[in-house]
């Protein structure tokens, strides 16, 4: 195993020791709101400092790219993208299924992933270039070829700014299109399904970095492929994400491809 791999193993699952102490007291949880159905809570806050103390007294030159903390030496040619809980609201509520989420971009290229379900105690890791892994099994994406028999992952829109008249068109035309349309709501996790054959696709619009990078390359590292909704790169910085293998890729992009915001 790589040995920035393994560190990154080692933060996120004293993120994991955080989040699930914290899981069973909900009720004395502090809940802030960043804006309409956008939440942080003291454990968001607690995860990610445990995270980038644990990153940072290995490699105090790293930068950092942290959904709470913002933004710290992103100029560095080593940088960590981070989630500590992907699944916000579905924490509060004591639904389980959320995860910390840790990438490593080296001059912008990304090159380890963790993506940690800490309810499940499921930890989901890939090197590039090295497979991607659940625990110890090597992973594959899913062999379906048609999408009429494809389970997809997405995610709807939960903020005001965001296009819910335009999601609810894909939203009836996928369903239309597929065998079934899961939205969970931890966007790190359903990219992990796809990279372990859970779902067979998943796409989604209006995502952060740290949402993405780490499952992103899990996908890819499974033999998936993973694009904009016309198939294309820079996702990370538009924020529209599809995934899936080969066959379904190509067919969801047929699908997708005329919604797609990104220039």
């Known amino acids: 195993m790589h040995p920035m791999l393994n560190v990154a193993i080692k933060a996120a699952r004293r993120a994991g020791t955080v989040i699930n102490r ?5 009720e004395r949880l502090q809940v802030d709101r960043k804006q309409h159905n956008d939440f942080v809570t003291e454990v968001d806050k607690q995860a990610e400092a445990a ?7 290995a490699y105090p030159t790293h930068g950092f ?5 913002g933004a710290q030496n992103t100029d560095a040619e080593n940088v960590w993208i981070i989630d500590p809980l992907d699944g ?10 959320y995860a910390v989420s840790i990438a490593l971009a080296v001059n912008g290229v990304t090159q380890q992933a963790v993506v940690y379900d800490p309810t499940r105690d499921e930890l989901f890791t ?13 992973l594959r994406v899913a062999t379906q070829d048609r999408l009429a028999n494809a389970l997809l992952g997405t995610g709807f829109p939960y903020r005001e700014d965001q296009d ?3 999601y609810l068109k894909i939203f009836a035309e996928m369903t239309r299109q597929c065998a079934g349309l899961r939205r969970p709501g931890a966007a790190s996790l359903d990219l992990a399904y796809v990279a372990a054959g859970r779902y067979d696709g998943f796409f989604e619009s209006d995502l952060k970095p740290w949402d993405m990078a780490a499952g992103a390359l899990l996908v890819t590292e499974a033999g998936g492929l993973i694009g904009n909704y016309r198939g294309e790169e820079g996702y990370l910085q538009s924020g529209e994400v599809m995934c899936a293998n080969p066959r379904i890729f190509a067919q ?3 699908s997708l491809s005329k919604y797609s915001n990104s220039k």
């Open 22 to 26: 914290a899981s069973l007291n909900l």
């Open 51 to 57: 995270i980038i103390e644990t990153l940072s007294e």
């Open 65 to 69: 790219l942290a959904e709470e903390t």
């Open 88 to 97: 916000t609201t579905n924490f509060i509520h004591g639904f389980p299924q």
């Open 126 to 138: 890939a090197t590039r270039g090295a497979g991607a892994y659940l625990d110890r099994r090597r």
């Open 164 to 166: 819910l008249e335009k």
């Open 252 to 254: 969801m992009v047929q």
